[in-house]
T-cell receptor, first 114, second 109 residues
Framework: IAGITQAPTSQILAAGRRMTLRCTQDMRHNAMYWYRQDLGLGLRLIHYSNTAGTTGKGEVPDGYSVSRANTDDFPLTLASAVPSQTSVYFC?????????????FGEGSRLTVL | GQNIDQPTEMTATEGAIVQINCTYQTSGFNGLFWYQQHAGEAPTFLSYNVLDGLEEKGRFSSFLSRSKGYSYLLLKELQMKDSASYLCAVMDSNYQLIWGAGTKLIIKP
């Protein structure tokens, strides 16, 4: 089934630990995104990639890094997790064609940092 | 700054009609989107408006007035499965999406 797969779906992490959230899509979309979603706030963009080999910073990039070695994969790394990074993380992709901008989302990764 | 406003929560009755409003102030405008998000699930695309007017898609319609910075999502013949959060998002001049906090819609029998 075509779509976006995120892993893990849920994780509890001690503060200071390193964590990588994985994201893989099989739709051959050029653009990929990482968002965080917190109660009472809109989705906030962490990092994005318009095409393989390029990445950019979103609204809340501090404490996070990404890589885009190929079209399909877009992992998000927390180098040293802090409690404020407790959130639900969504990976998304779009085909980047034109400006319709429809995003396809993964099912989310719920991260708790203690 | 850029801002998207929508009501936090609304309640409606099964079979009725509900209108969810969204007002925005952004740096430029390249389209407005509505997404549906059921609790614990991923957002899914509902509609896209870039020109003024009404776009109808089955039981759902979306309206845009660019001069007023205003949109609404109209849901007709409400069903229990329509209980979800509805997210309004605007694409700004840099083609970045600015998201509202979402409107939680509760449908009562």
């Amino acid at each position: 089934i075509a779509g976006i797969t995120q892993a893990p779906t849920s994780q509890i992490l001690a503060a200071g630990r390193r964590m990588t959230l994985r994201c893989t899509q099989d739709m051959r979309h050029n653009a990929m995104y990482w968002y965080r979603q917190d109660l009472g706030l809109g989705l906030r963009l962490i990092h994005y990639s318009n095409t393989a080999g390029t990445t950019g910073k979103g609204e809340v990039p501090d404490g996070y890094s990404v890589s885009r070695a190929n079209t399909d994969d877009f992992p998000l790394t927390l180098a040293s997790a802090v409690p404020s990074q407790t959130s639900v993380y969504f990976c998304a992709s779009s085909d980047g064609q034109g400006n319709t901008g429809e995003l396809f989302f993964g099912e989310g990764s719920r991260l708790t940092v203690l | 700054g850029q801002n998207i406003d929508q009501p936090t929560e609304m309640t409606a009755t099964e079979g009725a009609i509900v209108q969810i409003n969204c007002t925005y102030q952004t740096s430029g405008f390249n389209g407005l989107f509505w997404y549906q998000q059921h609790a614990g699930e991923a957002p899914t695309f509902l509609s896209y408006n870039v020109l003024d007017g009404l776009e109808e898609k089955g039981r759902f319609s979306s309206f845009l007035s660019r001069s007023k910075g205003y949109s609404y999502l109209l849901l007709k013949e409400l069903q229990m499965k329509d209980s979800a959060s509805y997210l309004c998002a605007v694409m700004d001049s840099n083609y970045q999406l600015i998201w509202g906090a979402g409107t939680k819609l509760i449908i009562k029998p």
